[in-house]
């Protein structure tokens, strides 16, 4: 089974500041990988499906130029907030179409706990 | 309409009460279907795909009806530890597209 690394597990930043967060994918190629955010008491929204080599395809309602995926290589994906403010505060975690370790539907990373100040 | 609905829940049984959770899908191109479970605070996590002929994991019976493009979740002999928020997902047609979470029922076994 698949395998995707995500980091950071949690951060705090400054309302204005950038966050980046990192997918990795540690053994196996992820041509596409998706983005979720989870507001609590809330569900997991699709953000975006990042595809590796080209722009990232974003749901209705998400600012690409708030949101910025790069997904340059076939292990890495990538999520910057830019300009973060407080509404931004969620779960972000990404996910690839591959099976987990138990063989079966999709790999999740554990996911980023973002904290706007 | 939206992708996923599911029950709002939450359910509050006691253990070894049989609880059943349902759900509707509106794009009829969908070909996944699962079941997730989430603790708060986690990432979700698989519980069991779903098949259109029904599929049973222990406790955990899984049944799909395309037609009406409803799925359902039933668990027997509840124990503490199922205490969680069930996700009904599916995903948007072929092989390989995102999947999309219903809002998510939560459970709450008590002794």
């Known amino acids: 089974g698949a395998v995707v690394s995500q980091h950071p597990s949690w951060v705090i930043c400054k309302s204005g500041t950038s966050v980046k967060i990192e997918c990795r994918s540690l053994d196996f190629q992820a041509t596409t990988m998706f983005w979720y955010r989870q507001f609590p008491k809330q569900s997991l929204m699709l953000m975006a499906t990042s595809n590796e080599g080209s722009k990232a395809t974003y749901e209705q309602g998400v600012e690409k130029d708030k949101f910025l995926i790069n997904h340059a290589s076939l292990t890495l994906s990538t999520l910057t907030v830019t300009s973060a403010h407080p509404e931004d505060s969620s779960f972000y975690i990404c996910?690839?179409?591959?099976?987990?370790?138990?063989?079966?539907?999709?790999?999740f990373g554990s996911g980023t706990r973002l904290t706007v100040v | 309409r939206k992708e996923v609905e599911q029950d709002p829940g939450p359910f509050n049984v006691p253990e070894g009460a049989t609880v059943a959770f349902n759900c509707t899908y509106s794009n009829s191109a969908s070909q996944s279907f699962f079941w997730y479970r989430q603790d708060c605070r986690k990432e979700p996590k698989l519980l069991m795909s779903v098949y259109s002929s029904g599929n049973e994991d222990g406790r955990f019976t899984a049944q799909l009806n395309r037609a009406s493009q409803y799925i359902s979740l039933l668990i027997r002999d509840s124990k503490l530890s199922d205490s969680a928020t069930y996700l009904c997902v599916v995903n948007r047609g072929q092989a390989g597209t995102a999947l999309i979470f219903g809002k998510g029922t939560t459970l709450s076994v008590s002794s």
């Open positions: 996910s690839a179409d591959r099976p987990n370790l138990q063989g079966y539907g999709y790999t």
